[in-house]
């Protein structure tokens, strides 16, 4: 089955950029989405189909997707940034399932 | 409003059974593929099923496959989980969610509901 490596924790201080990776085998090929979640608080889609950004979303959280690592990137980062960040890709390998990784705790500093 | 309600989580003895309901409102239901998806107290976000708009498509995770079945009925913007022979490994705050994208199966989750306990104890 296909898996998807994250960090388990990427720090940054306000108002520099965070980037968290997503690696997964040759996932350039694939579609990847990001999610954000707070404590107690349902997830929330930030980044779609690689790169693009559902409407409500800031302009500071943009992504990429190539070759083995995918990275969702967050510029001037806030202390409401602080949160776990997920990433998702659909593996229609053998079947079509979706799989995510495993997240990435972001502190704010 | 777009919203997901989820209801139909309880606590329930392993080798149960339970249904899961997710009431839709404030978009078109039925051009939407649905998912369901789970977090384990502590843990991660983890992918269980998905429906496509018409129900013609149906797609689980391994660990949920023969045992779990999602269904939908557009006449009343519903979503159901139907959750067989439970395991204790099965208790999650289970979440509904749409598709960002019509017709798509392969999009991200762009609506999410609050989601449901499920506990499966003895």
Redesign the interface.
């Known amino acids: ?1 296909y898996v998807l490596t994250q960090p388990p924790s990427v720090s940054v201080a306000p108002g520099k950029t965070a980037r968290i990776t997503c690696g997964g085998n040759n996932i350039g090929s694939k ?1 990847v ?3 954000q ?1 707070k404590p107690g608080q ?4 930030v ?3 690689d790169s693009d950004r ?1 409407s409500g979303i800031p302009e500071r959280f943009s992504g990429s997707n190539s070759g083995n690592t995918a990275t969702l990137t967050i510029s001037r980062v806030e202390a409401g940034d602080e949160a ?1 960040y ?1 990433c ?1 890709v ?1 593996d ?1 390998s053998s ?9 990435t705790k972001l502190t704010v500093l | 409003e777009v919203q997901l309600v989820e209801s139909g989580g309880v606590v329930v003895q392993p080798g149960g059974s339970l249904r899961l309901s997710c009431a839709a409102s404030g978009f078109t239901f039925d051009d939407y593929t649905m ?1 369901w ?1 789970r977090q384990a107290p502590g843990k ?4 269980v099923s ?1 429906i496509s708009w018409d129900g013609g ?1 149906t ?4 660990s949920v496959k023969g045992r779990f079945t999602i269904s939908r009925d557009n006449s009343k913007n519903s979503l159901y989980l139907q959750m067989n022979s439970l395991r204790t490994e099965d208790t999650a705050l289970y ?1 509904c969610a749409k598709d ?1 994208e019509v017709g798509a ?6 609506v ?4 449901t306990t499920v506990t499966v104890s003895s």
């Open positions: 089955s579609s989405h990001w999610y979640q349902a997830p929330v889609l980044i779609y189909y559902p776990d997920y998702q659909w229609s079947d079509h399932r979706g799989v995510f990784g495993g997240g | 998912h998806v991660g976000l983890e992918w998905l498509s797609y689980y995770a391994d979440y960002v199966t392969d999009g991200g989750m762009d999410w509901g609050q989601g």
